[in-house]
């Protein structure tokens, strides 16, 4: 069953500890996202990776990294440097991010709270 | 800048036509239109895209107008299940040679029984 898995669904952190979000897929996707969204609002861009062992920063980055060893998993590290990291984490997948017609497909999300 | 204007909210009845209307009057000549959905605390789903025809598949019907600066995304007979956020997306080409979703607040259809 192909998609984009993403775990914990639900992760509770205390302030000041670094945190690492996990996505996995298995549509042989080149590239890959991760995705913030605040209540009520829409998806921002975090992080990309158009290929294995690249990534580039999206809008709002700082205070995360990430890494890109495997084609299939793109790992997401939520510093004590981010102000204010409870949010929804989504990631995604694409073919190839400089197609204008590049569908992404989106993983189930993580809910991340920090106490 | 989202490049993509859509209504706050919506109501549909259960079992009729529910259209959803997308502002895109900047939208370049190789730009598609995509329309994805997010019920509540789960992932966007990919619903349909186009450049400049109308289409359709499964889910769903997307009409684009001749010059193309705006879309309305139907779905012919709306269920309880169709309740969500319905996000309009022109991917935004970047200096860097890649395609950028710029995800606005979109539109909450509320399907009522």
């Known amino acids: 069953d192909g998609g984009i898995t993403q775990s914990p669904k639900y992760l509770f952190r205390k302030e000041g500890q670094n945190v690492t979000l996990s996505c996995e897929q298995n549509l042989n996707h080149d590239a890959m996202y991760w995705y913030r969204q605040d209540p009520g609002q829409g998806l921002r861009l975090i992080y990309y990776s158009q290929i294995v062992n690249d990534f580039q920063k999206g809008d709002i980055a700082e205070g995360y990294s990430v890494s890109r060893e495997k084609k299939e998993s793109f790992p997401l590290t939520v510093t004590s440097a981010q102000k204010n990291p409870t949010a929804f984490y989504l990631c995604?997948?694409?073919?190839?991010?400089?197609?204008?017609?590049?569908?992404?497909?989106f993983g189930p999300g993580t809910r991340l709270t920090v106490l | 800048d989202a490049k993509t204007t859509q209504p706050p909210s919506m109501d549909c009845a259960e079992g009729r036509a529910a259209n959803l209307p997308c502002n895109h009057s900047?939208?370049?000549?190789?730009?598609?239109v995509y329309w994805y959905r997010q019920i509540h605390s789960q992932g966007p789903q990919y619903i349909i895209h186009g450049l400049k025809n109308n289409e359709t598949n499964e889910m769903a019907s997307l009409i684009i107008t001749e010059d193309r600066k705006s879309s309305t995304l139907i779905l012919p007979h709306a269920t309880l299940r169709d309740t969500a956020v319905y996000y309009c997306?022109?991917?935004?080409?970047?200096?860097?040679?890649?395609?950028?979703?710029?995800f606005g607040t979109g539109t909450r259809l509320k399907v009522l029984a």
């Open positions: 997306i022109v991917p935004r080409s970047t200096t860097s040679g890649t395609y950028k979703y710029i």
């Open positions: 995604a997948s694409s073919i190839d991010v400089q197609l204008p017609t590049d569908t992404q497909y």
């Open positions: 900047t939208i370049s000549g190789n730009e598609y």
